[in-house]
């Protein structure tokens, strides 16, 4: 995790003001929120996602904090096992733009899912990234990480599949003060980095583009994605875009 991020969640648990709380982690994902969150109280974590990897569960357990964390498999728009104000704070990190974007009011669904089961003066802490067109770009290896991210959207969407859709974070607190929510803000938390995960990516769409029928654009693909890489060896390939954070409270 990032020392801007860290910041971020040594104000927001002192904003909590005690340890023995329940925390929502929406959503599990690789499960390094759910642990971060469960080294910082005594209470629990709620870690929901609609599919919970078993490497999640791993993690949490090597580490120790199996009894602080709860996970459980569930729609972020539809929290029925969960009472009207039943947790102290919610934490969201790179959930939002992974919400399909060909159905929008599903995050309407999310935002006010997430009112119900806050508790009243209870906090939420969103993490995102920022629209590629919002990012900072200042040199080669951002616009090497535009180029491959453009890439993989051109292949989902040719493919009729979906893909991860940033939001930008003044429609996040927009949408979160019409479902109630007050004290809406949000700062920017980090810039892009050298990313040490793009051998990763090209491997994963070599995969992805061998899916495309037609071979003249299943080719153009290839060279495409092959180019990025040898681009990424001379001149370094950042993360995808900015990160920021947004703050509420109930």
């Known amino acids: 995790m990032r020392k801007e991020e860290i910041r971020i969640y040594n104000e927001f648990f002192a904003k909590l003001g005690k340890k023995d709380v329940i925390i929502l982690d929406a959503a599990t994902g690789s499960g390094r929120t759910t642990l971060e969150i469960a080294k910082r109280i005594t209470g629990k974590v709620l870690s929901v996602d609609i599919d919970v990897s078993r490497d999640a569960h791993d993690m949490i357990r090597d580490a120790g904090y199996a009894s602080r964390v709860e996970f459980v498999e569930a729609n972020l728009g539809k929290m029925d096992f969960l009472h009207d104000n039943a947790v102290d704070a919610i934490v969201s990190h790179a959930t939002l733009s992974s919400i399909p974007s060909e159905t929008p009011c599903m995050l309407y669904d999310v935002f006010k899912e997430f009112y119900r089961i806050l508790k009243p003066q209870g906090f939420i802490l969103i993490f995102d990234y920022y629209p590629l067109e919002e990012a900072a770009t200042r040199g080669k290896a951002d616009k090497i990480a535009e180029e491959a991210w453009r890439t993989y959207k051109a292949v989902a969407e040719l493919l ?91």
């Open 160 to 250: 009729g599949d979906y893909h991860h859709e940033e939001l930008p974070p003044e429609w996040v607190c927009k949408t979160l003060a019409e479902v109630g929510f007050q004290d809406v803000t949000y700062e920017k938390v980090s810039e892009r980095r050298l990313s040490e995960t793009f051998g990763e990516y090209v491997e994963n769409m070599l995969e992805y583009v061998k899916e495309i029928e037609d071979k003249g654009l299943r080719n153009a693909f290839e060279k495409k994605v092959q180019q990025l890489a040898k681009d990424a060896k001379k001149y370094g390939k950042s993360d995808y875009s900015d990160t920021y954070g947004v703050w509420g409270r109930k």
